[in-house]
């Protein structure tokens, strides 16, 4: 594959040429060259934005992804960093998998009013006391509550 201008390494990545810039500027990646005012760039940068993706994704800011990368291309993986960010990772899912399961609770709780069931009570003192952001205990489990009904043109509400 030949050199590649900036529009191309842009096109084929989705990255906007700013970004590429950017990342120049940074040292992430290195042009090799210009075609009158473009920069070129080798085809294995498209490797190396890859990285840099994955790295994003997995939630490394710009600094620790480039102190994963070597001058020549070649990721320089730290280990411990990579497991204990994968740890994080576990934590955040963990977390938003009970926020999840509490929010589908409360769209489908037969309850009238989302606070007179035990279950959405339950998610939401635990998210008063910050324990969704340091991700609850166990998985968030809901509870059997009764069915209730509201008459719809005195608004009382009776269990069924």
């Known amino acids: 594959m ?5 529009a191309e390494v842009s096109r084929r990545t989705g990255v906007p040429a700013s970004t590429l810039r950017y990342y ?21 940068v498209l490797e190396r934005l890859a990285l840099i993706a994955l790295g994003r994704a997995g939630g490394f ?6 102190s994963m990368l070597t001058p020549d291309g070649l990721p320089k993986m730290d280990q411990r960093r990579l497991d ?3 740890n994080e990772l576990d934590r955040t ?6 926020i999840r399961e509490a929010l ?20 939401v003192r635990l998210a008063g006391a ?6 609850p205990i166990g998985p968030f489990k809901a509870e059997a509550v009764p069915a209730t009904r509201r ?3 005195t608004g009382d509400v009776s269990l069924e």
């Open 2 to 6: 030949k050199d590649m201008d900036i």
């Open 24 to 44: 120049e500027e940074k040292g992430l990646i290195a042009s090799i060259g210009r075609r009158g005012l473009r920069r070129l760039f080798d085809p294995a």
């Open 61 to 66: 800011a710009l600094d620790e992804i480039s």
């Open 84 to 86: 204990t960010k994968a």
């Open 93 to 98: 899912i963990q977390r938003l998998t009970a």
């Open 104 to 123: 589908r609770h409360a769209a489908r709780c037969p309850a009238v009013r989302p606070m007179e069931c035990p279950t959405f009570r339950r998610a």
């Open 130 to 135: 910050g324990r969704f952001e340091v991700a």
């Open 151 to 153: 008459n719809r043109k």
